[in-house]
């Protein structure tokens, strides 16, 4: 039977660049992306905690997602991201929709952690990394518009500016390797650093 995955994206491009990893490790356990949350089996919401109203917005989706659970019995719903590393109690305890939370380093869990889900458990991993970069991993392309795509070369920040939940949310900075930039990317990057 086919999976079929959902996911937004709220805030900014690197939220964007991580739903593109996430898609790509999903594909290679059985997810298909679509178009709607209507169509999934499973639903993620990749969030930001930069703003108050970003993490307002969310909210407001987690509560549209009830009555999507109420038509579709079998959908899943997974916080991801920023806001899934700082607010997970809350997450779990006070959205009882909620059924993954997964922060931004644990993305390489998710097939595990969607089999506990499977059994009817809550599944959670917001544990940091210090070597994390997804590096190796070849995004799937969501909403493409054909021309521009994502490479990521830093993850993370090592500034404690005081108004900023960086480093407390996506870890401590470290960057990608060099070697490994455009060993596994496609082939526009290939064709991009030859000019």
């Known amino acids: 039977?086919?999976?079929?995955?959902?996911?937004e994206s709220y805030g900014c491009q690197m939220n964007v660049s991580d739903s593109e990893v996430v898609a790509s490790i999903l594909a290679k356990d059985?997810?298909?992306p679509v178009k709607s949350a209507e169509e999934a089996d499973l639903v993620l919401l990749n969030t930001c905690s930069i703003r108050e109203k970003a993490e307002y917005t969310v909210m407001q989706r987690i509560n549209?997602?009830?009555?999507?659970?109420?038509?579709?019995k079998g959908l899943k719903v997974g916080v991801l991201g920023c806001m899934a590393e700082?607010?997970?109690e809350d997450l779990l305890e006070k959205k009882k929709v909620v059924d993954l939370v997964v922060g931004p380093d644990a993305y390489?869990?998710?097939p595990e952690l969607l089999e506990k889900v499977g059994t009817g458990q809550k599944a959670v991993n917001v544990l940091l990394s210090r070597e994390e970069t997804y590096g190796e991993i070849v995004p799937v392309r969501l909403n493409s518009n054909g021309?521009?795509?994502?490479?990521?070369?830093?993850?993370?920040c090592d500034n404690m500016c005081a108004?900023?939940?960086?480093?407390?949310?996506?870890?401590?900075?470290?960057?990608?390797?060099?070697?490994?930039s455009?060993?596994?990317a496609s082939s526009w990057c290939a064709m991009a650093t030859r000019r």
């Open 64 to 72: 549209e997602m009830n009555n999507l659970k109420a038509r579709n």
């Open 182 to 184: 455009c060993a596994n």
């Open 30 to 32: 059985g997810y298909t």
């Open 163 to 180: 108004f900023c939940v960086v480093p407390f949310t996506r870890g401590r900075e470290r960057s990608r390797d060099s070697q490994a």
């Open 1 to 7: 039977m086919a999976k079929r995955v959902y996911i």
């Open 147 to 156: 021309v521009t795509a994502f490479v990521t070369i830093m993850r993370g």
């Open 108 to 110: 390489r869990n998710l």
């Open 86 to 88: 700082r607010m997970r």
